[in-house]
């Protein structure tokens, strides 16, 4: 997705801590190599590990990898001033962490793709007001209108986290693994859900 880069912070984390790539290597019972594969972007660091390396380095796991800012205030991007609350901001922070883990899609480039072909853009878009929807028509708003579906694709993330902030860790691991199906998945497993609630 245009205009939403991310990268995790292993590598800037490690030298705080002034470790090296081995040291790490040692701690997490992994290759150097695994390491370097982590730090380049290479190689997606598995749920579990990024859990213990977030730990390890006592930050959150949306913040590892990318997702978080550094002043906390973040979620794939800055919230726009007044946008949410601060316990709002907070919620999404922890909300995110779960919706990582739990997706068990810790590669922000292949995260942001799956969310991007799953998410009905559609239906987001229809609840725009009407002169929003009007300008969105208009060519020459085409450019604005991709970088309004980048805004309108984060908000989504960051309403999704705050949800899921307020959920059980079974209940957000649900929700988590449903949001990143795909179209077809997502109504067959309904279709088992509403067979099970009807019995």
């Known amino acids: 997705m245009k205009g939403v880069e991310i990268m995790n912070r292993l590598k800037e984390l490690r030298k705080e801590k002034k470790l090296t790539q081995q040291e790490l ?5 992994v290759s150097k190599r695994t390491v370097q594969y982590w730090e380049n972007g290479e190689s997606q ?4 590990k990024a859990q213990a390396l977030a ?16 002043s906390s205030k973040s979620v794939l991007t800055e919230f726009k001033e007044g ?14 962490d779960k919706l990582l883990l739990h997706s068990t899609i810790t590669d922000a ?9 799953n998410i009905d853009m559609d239906a987001i878009i229809s609840k725009l007001p009407l002169p929003e929807l009007m300008k969105l028509k208009n060519p020459k708003e085409k450019e604005k209108f991709t970088r309004k579906q980048t805004d309108l694709l984060i908000n ?7 949800a899921l902030s307020y959920l059980t860790d079974e209940e957000s691991e649900l929700l988590s693994r449903f949001y990143v199906l795909n179209k077809q998945d997502k109504e067959r497993l309904l279709q088992i859900a509403r067979t099970f609630t009807e019995n």
């Open 25 to 29: 290597a040692d701690t997490f019972q």
């Open 109 to 117: 480039k292949q995260f942001i793709d799956r969310m991007q072909n």
């Open 156 to 162: 989504e993330i960051t309403n999704l986290s705050i």
């Open 83 to 96: 946008e949410y609350s601060q316990i709002e901001e907070d919620r999404a922070k922890i909300g995110i």
């Open 55 to 70: 730990d390890h380095f006592g930050v959150p796991v949306g913040y590892l990898l990318g997702f978080t800012s550094e």
């Open 45 to 48: 660091i598995k749920p579990d």
